[in-house]
Structure formats: C-alpha cells, structure tokens
C-alpha cells in the first residue's frame, strides 16, 4: 500500500515526512550559511546596500531554519513562539535595510554592476534551490509556512538586485541599488506583519492556524493530525 490510508500507515508516512522534513532544513540551512559569508563580503566589494541587506536575510535565514528544527516536535505554542521570532527578525530586516539605504543616499558610492550580477546569480540559483526543496511543505503548520515565505521573499529580492544591477550600469549611479533596496524593506515589513498577527493568534488561542493547501481547502495542519 502507497497511501497513508489507515492508522498505522498514516503513522509511518508522517514520520518518514518528518525525516524529509529534518533533510531539507538542514541542507537550506548550511546553503544559506555559506550564501551569507559570500554575499557579504561580495557587497563589500561592490559597495551595494542590495546585496549586504540581500546577505543579511541569508543569515537570517540560516537561524530560522535552526529555529525550525529545534521546534519541530514542540506544542502549539511553543511553535508560535518561533514564529514570533521569525516575523520579528523579518521586522528587523526591513528596518535595517531602510537605515542602510538612507546612509547610502547620503554618502554612498556608485555600485560595481558586475559584481552585483555575478554574485545575484548565485545568490537567486542557491535560492530557486531552497525555494523548491520547501514548496511542498509549505501548508503543513504555520511555523513551516513563514519558513516557505522567508525562501519567497529571497527570490524576490535576487531578481529585485539582478534589475538592480542592469540599471545601475546603464545610469551610472547608486539610486537603483537603494530603490530596489527601499522594495526589499517593504516585502520584509509586510511578511512581518502577516507571520505576527498569525503567530500572536496561535500563542493566545493554542489553535493552530489554519493553511491554505492551494486548492482552495483549509485545515488545521499539523504533523499530529491523522485521519482514519
């Protein structure tokens, strides 16, 4: 039998999904550790406020994915704890790069467009990566879904540094890195937003919530749930 369609089989497929689960985390996690110490030091370089806030969400990234796999087999609330966490540092996100990008429109220097592509490229091959390996998980709990959100907002913001880059060598100046930075900034507040004002609901009720399975139905999903 090849489907979870009694009690026991239904028990195994979700420990086997976990393991799947556990696989992926840490293989995105150790891609977006490595992402970081390159992306970084490449924006350095390059003097693109793009690409350092790009690496900072990398890192960032890394620790929500330990934070996920910490919290895994928690209650309720003690994964709507770390996703508090997560919308928190999506917060931080934005605020810093508003900061950065200010800093820059007073005093900044004209981008490298070359490096900035280069490294953009990278950068958006290593995310597609991630991206993919944690789509199919993405209605499973609420924790799992602001994970698959902070892998969206990463393609977002690579093609956002990628036309960043284009117009920077066709205009010559830094105003399109910092424009594309400001739009990284609003994504990040946005998905704050949303993954808080979801987490604070599941720590106050202890009801998990519900998810959308992309086909129009919702449920309460959690590794716990099991149907007959």
């Given at each position: 039998?090849?489907?979870?369609?009694?009690q026991?089989?239904?028990?195994?497929?979700?420990t086997?999904?976990?393991?799947?689960?556990?696989?992926?985390?840490?293989?995105?996690?150790?891609?977006?550790?490595?992402?970081?110490?390159?992306?970084?030091?490449?924006?350095?370089?390059?003097?693109?406020?793009?690409?350092?806030?790009?690496?900072?969400?990398?890192?960032?990234?890394?620790?929500?994915?330990?934070?996920?796999?910490i919290?895994?087999?928690?209650?309720?609330?003690?994964?709507?704890?770390?996703?508090?966490?997560?919308?928190?540092?999506?917060?931080?996100?934005?605020?810093?790069?508003i900061?950065?990008?200010?800093?820059?429109?007073?005093?900044?220097?004209?981008?490298?467009?070359?490096?900035?592509?280069?490294?953009?490229?990278?950068?958006?091959?290593?995310?597609?990566?991630?991206f993919?390996?944690?789509?199919?998980?993405?209605?499973?709990?609420?924790?799992?879904?602001?994970?698959?959100?902070?892998?969206?907002n990463?393609?977002?913001?690579?093609?956002?540094?990628?036309?960043?880059?284009?117009?920077?060598?066709?205009?010559?100046?830094?105003?399109p890195?910092?424009?594309?930075?400001?739009?990284?900034?609003?994504?990040?507040?946005?998905t704050?937003?949303?993954?808080?004002?979801?987490?604070?609901?599941?720590?106050?009720?202890?009801?998990?919530?519900?998810?959308?399975?992309?086909?129009?139905?919702?449920?309460?999903?959690?590794?716990?749930?099991?149907?007959?």
């Amino acid at each position: 039998m090849t489907d979870c369609s009694c009690q026991e089989t239904a028990t195994a497929c979700a420990t086997s999904s976990d393991r799947g689960l556990r696989r992926v985390l840490w293989v995105v996690m150790a891609l977006n550790a490595a992402l970081f110490v390159t992306e970084f030091s490449v924006g350095l370089w390059a003097h693109s406020s793009a690409l350092m806030a790009d690496s900072l969400d990398a890192l960032g990234d890394a620790g929500i994915y330990l934070l996920t796999l910490i919290v895994m087999a928690g209650s309720v609330r003690q994964r709507a704890g770390a996703s508090l966490l997560k919308g928190a540092l999506q917060g931080a996100f934005g605020l810093f790069v508003i900061v950065e990008v200010v800093r820059r429109a007073i005093s900044g220097e004209v981008p490298d467009a070359g490096l900035m592509t280069v490294m953009s490229l990278i950068a958006l091959t290593v995310n597609v990566t991630a991206f993919a390996l944690l789509t199919r998980f993405r209605n499973e709990d609420l924790n799992l879904r602001s994970v698959w959100l902070c892998s969206r907002n990463d393609l977002a913001n690579n093609v956002g540094v990628l036309a960043a880059a284009g117009l920077v060598a066709w205009t010559e100046t830094r105003w399109p890195d910092l424009a594309v930075g400001l739009l990284v900034a609003t994504l990040f507040l946005q998905t704050s937003f949303t993954v808080l004002r979801a987490a604070r609901r599941e720590w106050t009720t202890g009801i998990p919530t519900p998810m959308d399975d992309g086909h129009g139905h919702t449920g309460a999903i959690g590794h716990a749930e099991q149907k007959p």
